[in-house]
Every structure is written in structure tokens, then in C-alpha cells.
Nanobody, 114 residues
Framework: VQVVESGGGLVQAGGSLRLSCAVA????????IGWYRQAPGKQRELVAD???????NYADSVKGRFTVSRDNAKNTVYLQMNSLKPEDTAVYYC?????????WGQGTQVTVSS
């Protein structure tokens, strides 16, 4: 399994960004795809994830602002981020989880200016 994120950038507070996570390889073995973020000096944290069956889960800090979705035909998971805040600034990572292992992407930087 390979994972590649894209879509990060610089945005003003209140703005929006959409991140993409393209997955390749034996994709039918993937159970959950999650978006994580890591800000400088902080631990990596779960932002949102989506299961094989389409169930979603969100961190309290992003509920109502972020939406995770998937396009199975494109093997891509999206993270739509609205009403962005400076505290959302971080490197965002995508992780594909199977029963055997986890595969992380290289990350994409999101910077929200105040």
C-alpha cells in the first residue's frame, strides 16, 4: 500500500482547504484511513478517519468544521477543512490501516494565518 497526500498550503483564518489522500496497492485490505496532524512541539493526533464501511470519526476540536469523505472509484480520501483557525496549523498526515500494518504518507503542510 502506498499513500500520498496533497492539497496543503497557506490560508487565512476562516478560510478553507481540501486535502487529498491517494491510496495505491492492495486497497481492499485497508480497514480505516485516517487523517492525523502534528504541530511543532506537539504529539501527532487523530483529526478524522473513515472506515471501509463509511463510518466516520472526528476529533472534538474539528467537529462541525472538517469533513472526511472517500471516492472509492479514485481510491482517494478527502479532508474538507472549513473555518480554519491558526491552531489548525500543522503537518497533516494520512494513514492507511490494514489488519497487518499501517502505512503513512509523507505529510502536507497546512498553515493558517491570523
Amino acid at each position: 500500500v502506498q499513500v500520498v497526500e496533497s492539497g496543503g498550503g497557506l490560508v487565512q483564518a476562516g478560510g478553507s482547504l481540501r486535502l487529498s489522500c491517494a491510496v495505491a496497492g492492495i486497497t481492499f485490505t485497508i480497514n480505516v484511513i485516517g487523517w492525523y496532524r502534528q504541530a511543532p512541539g506537539k504529539q501527532r493526533e487523530l483529526v478524522a478517519d473513515i472506515s471501509k464501511g463509511g463510518s466516520t470519526n472526528y476529533a472534538d476540536s474539528v467537529k462541525g468544521r472538517f469533513t472526511v469523505s472517500r471516492d472509492n472509484a479514485k481510491n482517494t480520501v478527502y479532508l474538507q477543512m472549513n473555518s480554519l483557525k491558526p491552531e489548525d496549523t500543522a503537518v497533516y498526515y494520512c494513514k492507511a490501516a490494514t489488519f497487518i500494518s499501517d502505512t503513512w504518507g509523507q505529510g502536507t503542510q497546512v498553515t493558517v494565518s491570523s
